[in-house]
């Protein structure tokens, strides 16, 4: 067999079955136990977006990444090979996501009724077309959030929610959207300015709006716009029981035109990644000593997965630092299937589920000092403080023990909790880096009083420069809690200066 044929029936092959299975494994999952059996609770941006992007990675780390091996590619990470897998699933999560636009829409039909009363007896459908309705304009409940946006949180984005009840119908309401997008790394005064400004136009438009400029209805699923709404009724009637709430948004577009060319998309976009796929897996040459490795099952003597399984497993050389890791992933995870955003949680939400906030502790929730560790605001917020968290934590604990890592963990990042609400009146605090950089301020403080042997000096040195320095830095850019984090390494450093002088000759024997 020639190199083309190996590498197609190896690599490309195996490539073609992993993503059909996978694509349409998702959408059977998402169609089954979401739009029909409607026991899938997570929210509409997790399942049309997060989830399609994420789930690839598992059969093609599992299937695709030792074959990746036998294709004899150059690059600076990992010989190119982690590119190949990039790549992979990007090829197959698009179509997933694609796909889900369309069985989300294709899946229900429009319903005509005559009053908006009667969409409570048509639960499970989504499309209404209303022959007669009439809204209380001024009865509407408004509803006003931010959140930021971006790669770096380099957005703000303002959100006014107007909920306003149809006559003659109890928990079926309109709902009427405005939102703005800005720079978030503008001054607070021209933020100020720009959300009275938003606010003043928007009430303008809603002072005109035309409630019967509407073709048909959509009722809103479990999404954050919905909890917009919702959070609107709410501060009209605290007591409500939300899942009875029905939000319903006008469309203007005509309802048979309302999945343009998306199935055709689907098979588009799987069939331009997969010939990109094709040209990538043809072009190289082949490693054979990976190739006869793989005949043979030998596994792999350089692999950055199971390095990364093994530093995460608790029962392993790392225990706590695997503990505390996976701690706050774990959170993390919980946060997101009670509902709260995965990239960028309201300050409201984020204070619901436990965070920092002057006002709070100071009126005796003094458990939020502790929880505030561990709840973080965003995807990359988690992703930053694991990053920091495992390199700080891995130069500790051989020194500190495990048990004294965590309670030194836990302890600074009590204080940093203090320090941030006693610097802030207002804001509402989250995140484990205020305890982070209790842990570089140990960092620290073994380095100053030469607990750390020489040889590992430097490595201290450029490490607190490059995570602490440079984060603190950032912090007076705006956006991050920088009283937290000097809590938090002033703390650190007077924690590990009593440490030293209670049992200096047992932390250098540790550390050597």
């Given at each position: 067999?020639?190199?083309?044929?190996?590498?197609?029936?190896?690599?490309?092959?195996?490539?073609?079955?992993?993503?059909?299975?996978?694509?349409?494994?998702?959408?059977?999952?998402?169609?089954?136990?979401?739009?029909?059996?409607?026991?899938?609770?997570?929210?509409?941006?997790?399942?049309?977006?997060?989830?399609?992007?994420?789930?690839?990675?598992?059969?093609?780390?599992?299937?695709?990444?030792?074959?990746?091996?036998?294709?004899?590619?150059?690059?600076?990470?990992?010989?190119?090979?982690?590119?190949?897998?990039?790549?992979?699933?990007?090829?197959?999560?698009?179509?997933?996501?694609?796909?889900?636009?369309?069985?989300?829409?294709?899946?229900?039909?429009?319903?005509?009724?005559?009053?908006?009363?009667?969409?409570?007896?048509?639960?499970?459908?989504?499309?209404?077309?209303?022959?007669?309705?009439?809204?209380?304009?001024?009865?509407?409940?408004?509803?006003?959030?931010?959140?930021?946006?971006?790669?770096?949180?380099?957005?703000?984005?303002?959100?006014?929610?107007?909920?306003?009840?149809?006559?003659?119908?109890?928990?079926?309401?309109?709902?009427?959207e405005y939102s703005k997008n800005l720079s978030n790394r503008i001054s607070?005064?021209?933020?100020?300015?720009?959300?009275?400004?938003?606010?003043?136009?928007?009430?303008?438009?809603?002072?005109?709006?035309?409630?019967?400029?509407?073709?048909?209805?959509?009722?809103?699923?479990?999404?954050?716009?919905?909890?917009?709404?919702?959070?609107?009724?709410?501060?009209?009637?605290?007591?409500?029981?939300?899942?009875?709430?029905?939000?319903?948004?006008?469309?203007?577009?005509?309802?048979?035109?309302?999945?343009?060319?998306?199935?055709?998309?689907?098979?588009?976009?799987?069939?331009?990644?997969?010939?990109?796929?094709?040209?990538?897996?043809?072009?190289?040459?082949?490693?054979?000593?990976?190739?006869?490795?793989?005949?043979?099952?030998?596994?792999?003597?350089?692999?950055?997965?199971?390095?990364?399984?093994?530093?995460?497993?608790?029962?392993?050389?790392?225990?706590?630092?695997?503990?505390?890791?996976?701690?706050?992933?774990?959170?993390?995870?919980?946060?997101?299937?009670?509902?709260?955003?995965?990239?960028?949680?309201?300050?409201?939400?984020?204070?619901?589920?436990?965070?920092?906030?002057?006002?709070?502790?100071?009126?005796?929730?003094?458990?939020?000092?502790?929880?505030?560790?561990?709840?973080?605001?965003?995807?990359?917020?988690?992703?930053?403080?694991?990053?920091?968290?495992?390199?700080g934590a891995s130069l500790l604990e051989g020194i500190l023990g495990r048990?004294?890592?965590?309670?030194?963990?836990?302890?600074?990042?009590?204080?940093?909790?203090?320090?941030?609400?006693?610097?802030?009146?207002?804001?509402?605090?989250?995140?484990?880096?205020?305890?982070?950089?209790?842990?570089?301020?140990?960092i620290l403080a073994f380095t100053v009083f030469k607990i750390y042997p020489?040889?590992?000096?430097?490595?201290?040195?450029?490490?607190?420069?490059?995570?602490?320095?440079?984060?603190?830095?950032?912090?007076?850019?705006?956006?991050?809690?920088?009283?937290?984090?000097?809590?938090?390494?002033?703390?650190?450093?007077?924690?590990?200066?009593?440490?030293?002088?209670?049992?200096?000759?047992?932390?250098?024997?540790?550390?050597?």
């Open positions: 067999m020639n190199n083309i044929g190996i590498k197609l029936k190896e690599v490309y092959l195996p490539f073609l079955l992993v993503s059909i299975g996978t694509i349409l494994f998702y959408n059977l999952f998402r169609w089954t136990f979401d739009i029909k059996l409607g026991v899938l609770l997570l929210k509409e941006d997790l399942l049309n977006f997060w989830i399609p992007f994420a789930l690839p990675w598992i059969p093609i780390l599992i299937w695709l990444r030792r074959r990746n091996r036998i294709l004899n590619v150059k690059g600076k990470r990992d010989n190119g090979h982690f590119f190949y897998q990039f790549a992979m699933a990007g090829a197959i999560a698009v179509p997933i996501i694609v796909s889900q636009t369309y069985i989300e829409k294709a899946s229900f039909d429009l319903v005509s009724i005559t009053s908006a009363d009667e969409t409570k007896s048509q639960r499970d459908e989504k499309y209404f077309n209303i022959n007669s309705f009439r809204v209380d304009k001024n009865a509407s409940l408004p509803y006003v959030t931010a959140r930021t946006s971006g790669r770096n949180n380099d957005n703000l984005n303002f959100y006014l929610y107007l909920a306003c009840p149809f006559e003659n119908s109890d928990n079926v309401w309109y709902g009427v607070n005064d021209k933020k100020d300015s720009e959300y009275r400004s938003f606010i003043e136009k928007s009430e303008k438009e809603f002072d005109t709006y035309n409630f019967q400029n509407v073709k048909y209805f959509e009722k809103l699923g479990y999404s954050d716009d919905r909890d917009g709404f919702i959070e609107a009724i709410k501060e009209r009637f605290p007591n409500i029981t939300k899942s009875e709430q029905l939000i319903l948004v006008p469309k203007t577009d005509v309802f048979e035109d309302r999945l343009g060319n998306t199935f055709s998309w689907i098979f588009g976009s799987f069939g331009i990644g997969s010939f990109i796929l094709l040209l990538m897996v043809v072009i190289p040459k082949i490693d054979e000593k990976e190739l006869r490795d793989l005949k043979k099952g030998t596994p792999l003597k350089e692999d950055d997965l199971k390095d990364m399984l093994e530093f995460l497993d608790p029962r392993g050389s790392n225990k706590a630092t695997a503990i505390l890791l996976l701690l706050n992933i774990a959170v993390f995870v919980i946060m997101i299937f009670v509902g709260l955003n995965i990239v960028s949680p309201t300050p409201k939400e984020l204070l619901e589920i436990g965070g920092n906030r002057r006002f709070e502790v100071m009126n005796g929730e003094y458990w939020r000092l502790f929880t505030s560790i561990f709840i973080h605001g965003g995807l990359m917020h988690l992703f930053m403080n694991l990053f920091g968290l495992g390199l048990t004294q890592l965590i309670i030194s963990f836990i302890v600074c990042g009590i204080l940093a909790s203090i320090a941030s609400i006693y610097w802030h009146e207002n804001t509402v605090s989250v995140g484990a880096s205020g305890a982070i950089f209790g842990l570089y301020g140990l020489t040889h590992m000096r430097g490595m201290t040195w450029m490490l607190l420069g490059l995570y602490a320095g440079v984060s603190l830095l950032f912090g007076f850019l705006g956006g991050i809690d920088n009283a937290a984090h000097f809590g938090g390494l002033i703390s650190g450093f007077f924690l590990g200066g009593i440490l030293i002088l209670i049992e200096k000759e047992k932390l250098i024997k540790n550390a050597s």
